[in-house]
């Protein structure tokens, strides 16, 4: 199985990732994961705007699969902690995230994620987190 | 979140049932199943309900962190409009989570929020996640919110007349 494969087969193992509808694109080796609007994902129905929560899943899913890339394991890492920051309100339309593992350490992995809507660069929201690496990560040279 | 009041809430219903419309009004509080448990010293107190369709690693069922961030960031918001007088819209402008450890498989989580601050502008809030008890949690977050987000700025603004 080639990467894209893998991934997709690794999320669609996902049951969450399912309930949000999000899907993998991947060039290279970035990854982007796009989630398309549904009616469920809104918060306020009145603005009408997406929960952030759900914008900030969808960060750190992005995270954890783009990190499972990096190191090169089929398992996910594990979260330790997450910093999510809302820059915008998420409109009704599909939203994309993109990450960037920051540092691959022995343990633990610093990875940054940004999510926007119609323009790349208008984010509307940004995440920071820390990973604890799968047991078969791979630490790069 | 961000969040407006539901249509109904300046009427009589006691703080309660307010709140606990203003979780099941949003479409993914009730695509989650949220409830609100109880309202004590400032202290709200939510539940999710474990299901199959929330679970983010297939092979132990532990629910994703994702559940987590929106369950808390919702129970966060809904400490914020408690605390307002009167209460009003609120967005997130941060919120960080610390995982203690993962959540027991086939467990409801509940979780708790405090707001300890409230400004014009920000308010800040702590909130706690866990199966049974606060002290053994799962998660714990801090957030930051922007008070009445839409409203104007400077008292007055509303009285100086609109650019054309």
């Known amino acids: 199985m080639n990467t894209e494969e893998r991934l997709a087969t690794a999320l669609a193992r996902i049951p969450y990732a399912a309930f949000?509808?999000?899907?993998?694109?991947?060039?290279?080796?970035?990854?982007t994961l796009v989630m398309p609007f549904a009616d469920h994902l809104i918060g306020n129905p009145v603005l009408p705007a997406l929960?952030?929560?759900?914008?900030?899943?969808?960060?750190?899913?992005?995270?954890?699969?783009?990190?499972?890339?990096?190191?090169?394991?089929?398992?996910?890492?594990?979260?330790?902690?997450?910093?999510?920051?809302?820059?915008?309100?998420?409109?009704?339309?599909?939203?994309?995230?993109?990450?960037?593992?920051?540092?691959?350490?022995?343990?633990?992995?610093?990875?940054?994620?940004?999510?926007?809507?119609?323009?790349?660069?208008?984010?509307?929201a940004a995440m920071h987190g820390h990973f604890l690496l799968a047991d078969d990560a791979v630490e790069p040279a | 979140m961000s969040s407006d009041p539901p249509s109904g809430y300046e009427t009589g219903d006691d703080v309660f049932t307010r709140i606990r419309a203003m979780m099941q009004w949003t479409p993914q509080?009730?695509?989650?199943?949220?409830?609100?448990?109880?309202l004590a010293d400032g202290k709200v107190r939510g539940r999710i309900p474990y299901s199959p369709q929330i679970v983010g690693d297939p092979d132990t069922g532990?629910?994703?962190?994702?559940?987590?961030?929106?369950?808390?960031?919702?129970?966060?918001g809904m400490a914020v409009v408690l605390a307002m007088k009167p209460p009003g819209p609120v967005a997130t402008i941060d919120l960080r989570i610390d995982y203690m450890r993962a959540a027991e498989p086939g467990r409801d989580i509940l979780a708790e929020a405090h707001c300890y601050k409230i400004g014009r502008n920000v308010a800040f809030?702590?909130?706690?996640?866990?199966?049974d008890a606060p002290d053994s949690a799962v998660a714990h977050a801090t957030a930051t919110f922007m008070v009445n987000p839409a409203a104007v700025k400077r008292p007055g603004a509303n009285l100086r007349e609109k650019k054309r």
């Open chain 2, 62 to 76: 532990v629910i994703a962190g994702g559940v987590i961030t929106t369950f808390l960031d919702q129970l966060c």
């Open chain 2, 29 to 38: 509080g009730r695509a989650l199943g949220m409830d609100l448990i109880s």
């Open chain 1, 20 to 31: 949000l509808g999000v899907r993998a694109e991947l060039k290279g080796d970035e990854l």
């Open chain 1, 51 to 124: 929960h952030g929560g759900v914008v900030g899943a969808l960060m750190e899913l992005t995270a954890l699969t783009q990190l499972a890339i990096a190191s090169k394991s089929d398992a996910f890492p594990k979260t330790i902690d997450v910093g999510f920051d809302y820059l915008r309100s998420g409109r009704p339309r599909d939203t994309f995230a993109r990450a960037r593992v920051v540092k691959i350490g022995r343990r633990i992995a610093n990875v940054q994620a940004e999510a926007w809507q119609s323009e790349r660069g208008a984010l509307i």
């Open chain 2, 125 to 131: 809030v702590r909130a706690v996640a866990f199966e």
